[in-house]
């Protein structure tokens, strides 16, 4: 991909900044997380009362992934998040890359706002982007070809859609793979679907969004196998459990609860638990907080909350 142009924004601007990658960390592709919210964010519009406005350091970014090969300098994203300016910026930070360096593909997820709409600054508005491959499953690519203000992105070709499917890899080279792979969650507009991504030595498994592990159980395919095959596991954390929006029975929300995940997984030998990170947590998440009885609930039982800017070698 190639950019028209593009505004230099000096760095303190943003709210967060990720360490120099070091020379050890940057000899392998890697993943970094670039965001662990839910597609509101955090805080999410209209929650006023939320502390996240009076302390940035509890704001936090919707959820995304940035995959980095340094030994070619290739850059990709998992999904175009309405965050996408500062992930973008998080992203060339982490690879240690020059003004305007392009960007060589993003993977999405489904139709949900948090995970496509950020494709917007893509336009001509924005970065004026050239040819970036957007990949996507066929319902999700007929969705931005035919409905504007998307379908303005591939007239201009500031994007190129490449359609997915299911279980078939995608191979980005320096010895990365991608494989998404349908998961149960509302369908209004496109299919869902988690991805495994897979490096020279490791491999990761990342799904966001789900409508429950019992539903995927039912299509044939059980989580705990999917961890088992994988090192390390992003896995959707939306909610931590029923009660924790004031004044609304939660028990028919299309996301495994972390409490119930826990419960599911505490069979799980000791490794197979280490591997598990929640993400996509809702701004009334208890668990979002570092110092919280949810987060120390969720450690102490062998798991982890994802944090942004953490990086796994692949």
């Known amino acids: 991909m190639t950019l028209k142009s593009c505004a230099m924004i000096p760095a303190a601007l943003f709210l967060l900044a990720l360490p120099p990658a070091t020379s050890a960390q940057t000899a392998s592709p890697y993943l970094v997380v670039l965001g662990i919210a839910q597609d509101g964010g955090v805080p999410q519009a209209g929650s006023n009362e939320h502390p996240a406005w009076d302390n940035p350091d509890l704001k936090r970014l919707v959820v995304s992934l940035g995959l980095v090969a340094p030994a070619t300098g290739e850059r990709w994203l998992f999904e175009a998040t309405p965050d996408f300016r500062e992930q973008l910026f998080l992203l060339d930070q982490s690879a240690l890359v020059g003004p305007a360096p392009g960007l060589d593909g993003i993977f999405l997820t489904h139709a949900h706002i948090g995970h496509y709409t950020g494709l917007m600054f893509l336009g001509h508005e924005s970065l004026g982007a050239m040819g970036v491959p957007v990949y996507a499953m066929p319902r999700m690519a007929e969705f931005i070809a035919t409905n504007g203000p998307w379908s303005q992105l591939v007239k201009y070709e500031n994007i190129v859609l490449k359609q997915l499917e299911d279980g078939v890899p995608v191979q980005l080279g320096s010895g990365l793979t991608v494989t998404p792979f349908l998961v149960p969650h509302r369908q209004e507009f496109a299919e869902v679907v988690g991805f495994r991504i897979e490096g020279p030595s490791r491999s990761v498994l990342f799904i966001p969004d789900i409508d429950s592990w019992e539903t995927w159980d039912e299509a044939g395919t059980r989580i705990e196998s999917a961890i088992e095959a994988v090192d390390v596991a992003y896995l959707d ?20 609860f972390i409490a119930r995940s826990m419960q599911r997984f505490a069979g799980l030998p000791a490794a197979e638990k280490a591997k598990i990170r929640f993400i996509h947590l809702n701004h009334t998440n208890p668990a979002l907080l570092d110092d919280g009885e949810a987060r120390k609930q969720i450690e102490s039982n062998g798991f982890r909350v994802a944090a942004e800017g953490e990086k796994v070698e692949l």
């Open 237 to 256: 954390g939306s909610f931590f459990a029923n009660g924790e929006i004031p004044g609304r029975d939660m028990t028919g929300f299309p996301h495994p």
